[in-house]
């Protein structure tokens, strides 16, 4: 077959491959270049030439002619990376041979040395061949970037170039086996790389530098607990992993950022690398994995946390005094002092902080007033729903969860909002001023409601809970006027009744349904099951004869077909075999006689009159029937009925039948017309044609018998010596 011969059409390429004076430049300038490498031998050992794999590596790293057009100036540097990232046995090749030679390989990582900026296009081709050739070639182009010095300098000089941090990281997925990874993790320990990614997140660090930075930083620690999650090892087992959480490098990342608290960039940053570390390590300890892993990873969660916690005090100024910033214009209004990115990030922070419950923290926090501060920013802050998310999460975890200190559990945090903050009057005095707000024209709902409510209703549950919270919230809303019982006992049951109410009304299920969709229809066990299941099935013959609908779940019952297809179904010949009359053989002698054979003389004429020796003599004809009724009646008035029954007169109602020319004779709704009594040649033909439509009248019988079939061949083979004027034929 064609495929399987992998036959291909004739290309363009292969003619210019054969010519003496191919170039690169030619060859790459096809249109279909990299689509043919795939399955074009020629090409690839085209390309595998020393002088034109130094092209290729050529128009990677340099810059084009400016003379170009741009649009075609980049043409041949895309198609040269292209050709070194196809997911194809070509490219292995040409990875082979990049890597078999130093020179080239010096001559492509070469592209570093240029000054900053680099080109942020070709930046991304030399990323794309150095993530080729190190999927590819890992072992050997790990140990060739651990031989080459300084080149992690190389790379963080031009790390505010996208590319460049994308290849960074990729240095790290790109280490399939353990023993690959341990040598490049003791590669970037030896060289010192985070502290070096810590020292540009620093004000003096351009932004574009200290934005990349963190991201690697954050990158990083994503990629070691992705590596964890994939392999058997123990957190605390991971190198890099210990270089990132350690405390000499928390506390380096947040002097580095802090250095100016005017300057809320690397502020941001910093915070970003922070909430990275806790946020992964609470995800882990959240999946159903071994009891070591989840120990590590909160031994980690509180070692970041206790790093922090001097630090609180300089960050609870920052949400007192952030960084300068302009107003702000939205729909609802100017806002003079925005709450910024730094103040959002420093209570994100807080936030995954306080979910460790580490206790050193909690009562410095505790000390230093801050949810009283948050509190604030909540209630000033009306529209600005990223904050309010960050507050709810802070107040239900203090009212959920208790802080472990010297063996003991206690609610201090809960027990503060409640006493320092005054959390209840507050979301009360802010739920009650909202009603009046909305009563009035024009009013309308404050955006943080609905975090109002939610936050209510986690201390309502608290305080069912815990004796210690209930006593102490029982003695601040003792007063029949306090605010909160007014709000808890009226609005917060109103609108928790509202909220409960189904979208369009009722749930629309029956009530026998409803123990039914109590629980969910299928498990996730259960799907997986089935997905297994299907996947070991094979297709046996049962398999295929079960598979689909069967035959009587696709048969409907149709209406039964009446008429003139009843009767055309019901037709009953009988007819036997055997019957033999002399009129078969009257007939097959005329047709012996009247066709020529092929041993005769063509230029005889086949219609020519018989003679005294034919077979058509009058002596061989035996005495036929009669018609019914006397004499046959004259030509000029007989009928064909439909039943092989030549009659004078036509049957009323007979179709047809009516008004009988002179010179026809109707059969079966046919006019034939009648050979006249001056019988010439052309007569006898005009009479053989109508001779076998009178026989073929016989097929038309529902049911008859061989006595009838006789008689009725009979009567038409009388009527047509009569017509004819001579014997039967």
Known sequence: MFWKLRMQPPSALDDLLATNDCTLEAVLDEENVVDELRTNRALLEFFIRQENLNQLISLVVEEPPEDLEENIRYKRPYVACSLFSLDQNASNTLADNVVADECLLDKLWGFLDQPAPLNPLLASFFSRV???????????????????????????????????????????????????????????????????LVELVHPSVDDDKQRNAARTLSEMVRLCYDHLARTSEVLHSD??????EHDDTIQLLVRNMLANPSCGS?????????????????????????????????????????????????????LLDPPSSKPLR???????????????????????????????????????????????????????????????????????????????????????LLASCNVLDRLAGAALDNAKDQSTDGGRRRGYMGHVISMCNSILQAIENDEQVAMQAASLTSAEDCPWRVWVEDGLVNANERNNIQLGGQQPIDDELEEMFAEPLVSQDNIQQSF????????????????????????????????????????????????????????????????????????????????????????????????????????????????????????????????????????????????????????????????????SGLMSKKSVEVSEVRADAEAAMKEFENVVGIGAT
Not at 239 to 244: A, H, I, K, R, S
Not at 282 to 308: C, F, K, W
Not at 375 to 403: G, T
Not at 558 to 574: K, V
């Open 130 to 196: 150095m993530m080729s050739l190190l999927q590819r070639k890992a072992p050997l182009m790990v140990e060739y970037l651990c031989s080459k010095e300084a080149a992690l300098e190389q790379l963080l000089k031009h790390i505010d170039t996208s590319a460049v941090m994308d290849l960074i990281l990729g240095l790290l997925s790109a280490c399939e086996t353990s023993q690959l990874r341990h040598e490049l993790v003791q590669w970037f320990r030896d060289a010192q790389l985070v502290h070096m």
């Open 239 to 244: 190198q890099l992993l210990d270089v990132l």
């Open 266 to 318: 690397p502020i941001v940053h910093g915070l970003q690398v922070l909430q990275s570390m806790l946020s992964l390590q609470q995800g882990l300890a959240d999946q159903p994995a071994t009891e070591t892993p989840v120990v590590a990873n909160e031994e980690a969660a509180r070692q970041v946390v206790a790093s922090l916690t001097p630090w609180l005090g300089t960050l609870h100024q920052l």
């Open 330 to 416: 939205t729909t609802t209004g100017t806002i003079a002092v925005p709450l910024g990115a730094t103040r959002l990030a420093v209570v994100q922070l807080l936030v995954l902080c306080i979910q460790t419950n580490v206790a050193e923290f909690v009562q410095e926090f505790i000390r230093l007033n801050i949810a009283g501060s948050v509190l604030d920013l909540f209630f000033e802050f009306i529209w600005n729903n990223f904050l309010h998310s960050q507050v709810e999460q802070l107040v239900a975890c203090a009212f959920s969860s208790k802080v472990e200190s010297d063996g003991t559990s206690d609610n201090t945090l809960s027990l503060s």
């Open 532 to 695: 297994l299941n299907y996947q070991s099935q094979q297709l046996s013959t049962e398999f295929a004869d079960s598979f689909g609908f069967n035959e009587e779940d696709l048969t409907t019952e149709e209406p039964p077909i009446t008429g003139a297809y009843d009767e055309a179904c019901a037709l009953d010949f009988n007819l036997l075999a055997n019957l033999h009359s002399s009129n078969d053989d009257l007939f097959k002698a005329c047709t012996e006689s009247r066709i020529r054979q092929y041993d005769e003389d063509p230029s005889e004429d086949p219609w020519t009159p018989p003679t005294d020796g034919d077979s058509l003599s009058e002596a061989s004809y035996e005495e036929q029937p009669s018609y019914e009724g006397g004499s046959s009646p004259e030509p000029s008035s007989r009928s064909f009925d439909g039943s092989l029954r030549i009659t004078s007169k036509p049957a009323d109602g007979e179709p047809g039948l009516d008004r009988i020319p002179d010179d026809k004779i109707v059969i079966r709704d046919r006019d034939i017309p009648v050979v006249p009594d001056d019988y010439e040649e052309e007569g006898e033909e005009m009479a053989a044609d109508n001779f076998q439509f009178l026989t």
